[in-house]
């Protein structure tokens, strides 16, 4: 079965510094999303991607974060000053068309551990 | 606010037992839901979407009832390899986004 790719698996940071989750969506799907899950709590929408675009984000992804497709395999996740609270597992996931019923593919996940 | 909320568990029963797992959602504009299975510290992993007629697959069967706002999963002859957390999941409809809930943690014994 085709995967989505997740680096690094692990990333400890020191608190203000910026980190950059990457991503490997599958190769024909168009949509692309960003879920994170704190420990011992719900997996939490982060934002969706389209066309080169943020389709949707939740009120969690506020300024502090961003994403990127840079080439046409990579999708990255961008945390600015990372704060205490952002210590999470972040899930990346693709899908081939918009989701309704069809299904979602996660990634392994980057856990993400702020210091 | 939309919202999905399990009992967190955790089920503790025998191989070979029976085992229902419920599930309700706040936002009745909800079209889609999904039982998805997470391992500890590893990614959810799709499996089954939940239809109103009821759908099964193999030892699993799903049942949706929109007028309760209630959804359902059983797994009957569990496996050891059953043991996980079990998330509802409702599509969040115009975000595009899911909506899951916390998780019904299930653990098979011998």
């Known amino acids: 079965e085709p995967e989505v790719t997740q680096t690094p698996s692990h990333q400890v940071t020191q608190m203000g510094q910026e980190v950059i989750l990457r991503c490997v969506p599958i190769?024909?799907?168009?949509?692309f999303y960003w879920y994170r899950q704190i420990l011992g709590q719900k997996v939490e929408f982060l934002v969706s991607?389209?066309?080169?675009?943020?389709?949707?984000k939740s009120e969690i992804f506020d300024d502090q974060f961003s994403v990127e497709r840079p080439d046409g395999s990579n999708f990255t996740l961008k945390i600015r000053s990372t704060k205490l609270e952002d210590s999470a597992m972040y899930f990346c996931a693709s899908s081939e068309v918009r989701l309704t019923n069809e299904k979602l593919f996660f990634g392994s996940g980057t856990q993400l551990s702020v210091l | 606010r939309k919202e999905v909320e399990q009992d967190p568990g955790p089920f503790n029963v025998p191989e070979g037992a029976t085992v229902a797992f419920n599930c309700t959602y706040s936002n009745s504009a909800s079209q889609s839901f999904f039982w998805y299975r997470q391992d500890c510290r590893k990614e959810p992993k799709l499996l089954m979407s939940?239809?109103?007629s009821g759908n099964e697959d193999g030892r699993f069967t799903a049942q949706l009832n929109r007028a309760s706002q209630y959804i359902s999963l059983l797994i009957r002859d569990s496996k050891l390899s059953d043991s996980a957390t079990y998330l509802c999941v409702g599509y969040g409809g115009s975000q595009g986004n899911l909506i899951f809930g916390k998780g019904t943690k299930l653990s098979v014994k011998p």
């Open positions: 190769s024909n799907h168009l949509y």
């Open positions: 939940v239809y109103s």
């Open positions: 991607f389209y066309n080169n675009e943020i389709s949707e």
